[in-house]
């Protein structure tokens, strides 16, 4: 039986890990107004290539001075796979998605990701399936697709090869969180997210090279390197590093769902950047994205005791 100090500890380290992963949403959001800047002057893959380079740069440093723990030797190739599908497949798709489908549609079907990561977990028997987190993914994702009502109707023909492959981008994002959780814990957030960051980084830089995608950052200014720089520090360091704090401390879909945010902080950044129009369908998108959120992320008393006192 455990004491009322240790279900306490447990339960704030829950609502850390619900936090950190809604912040890194938040985060991923606000980084897409530097990705739409920088797309005009060079190509997406170059931007993965700063944005995973510059993040690993950043991490490294940080991980040898808190000296944590690093992925066993056992785990370097499951940590290198995962970052290649996470921090290489995943921005390729990304991109290569909204050469076909709009910013909105797009964020639509990467909203997807909870549904996948719920279904894909209780497949795999690494997390229950529960009628509160189902109906709590539900009510987000119709809260995402509220506060991009307006937008959803003006698709290009063919939006739905966009749409497949953002799809395809969030499946990558869903087993990353799946696989990645016992690496995680058997070493740390920081130092796990820095190998696999690397590999990446490593993948994209490379191809990159190849294609001469990097020609055109000899006319870089001032602007070009803040975003570019922007990207690195808070959309690869700060937001992976706060989303494998989350996975360490709770389950893959209660970290997914914090994904839905990033629409929604998109929309209020280009409000804000870009002067572009708020409607009332963002204010009730928003109420239904964070509704869905503590449905997901919320149990009774007595099944959150029973889910804390059992072992990992």
Request: proline content about 5%; hydrophobic content about 55%; some cysteine.
């Amino acid at each position: 039986m455990l004491s009322a100090k240790t279900l306490k500890g447990g339960i704030v380290n829950e609502i850390l890990a619900i936090l950190a992963a809604v912040l890194s949403s938040a985060l991923g959001g606000t980084s897409i107004g530097a990705t739409r800047y920088l797309v005009g002057s060079i190509d997406p893959l170059a931007i993965g290539s700063f944005r995973f380079g510059i993040g690993f740069l950043l991490l490294l440093p940080l991980t040898l001075l808190r000296r944590d723990h690093w992925p066993e030797r056992e785990d370097w190739a499951a940590a290198t796979g995962l970052g290649i599908l996470f921090f290489a497949l995943f921005p390729i798709l990304f991109n290569a998605s909204l050469i076909f489908t709009t910013a909105a549609r797009g964020a639509l079907a990467l909203s997807t990701l909870p549904l996948l990561s719920l279904v894909i977990g209780a497949a795999l028997g690494s997390e229950a399936l529960t009628w509160r987190k189902s109906i709590g993914v539900v009510v987000a994702t119709s809260g995402v697709a509220v506060a991009l009502l307006s937008d959803l109707s003006a698709a290009p023909s063919g939006a739905w090869r966009g749409d497949l492959l953002m799809m395809a981008a969030a499946l990558c994002m869903a087993l990353y969180g799946i696989w990645s959780k016992p690496l995680i814990r058997r070493s740390s957030p920081i130092a796990f997210t820095t190998m696999s960051m690397a590999a990446g980084a490593v993948c994209l830089i490379l191809l990159s090279s190849f294609r001469g995608s990097f020609a055109p950052v000899a006319n870089f200014g001032t602007p070009q390197w803040l975003a570019a720089l922007y990207l690195g520090a808070f959309g690869a360091a700060l937001t992976f590093y706060l989303w494998a704090f989350a996975l360490e401390r709770t389950t893959p879909t209660r970290v997914a769902i914090s994904v839905t945010v990033n629409p929604i902080t998109a929309s209020l950044v280009g409000a804000w950047l870009l002067n572009e129009p708020l409607r009332w369908n963002l204010a009730a998108g928003i109420v239904a994205v964070f509704a869905g959120i503590w449905l997901a992320t919320t149990t009774g008393r007595r099944v959150q005791a029973i889910t804390i006192s059992s072992p990992p």
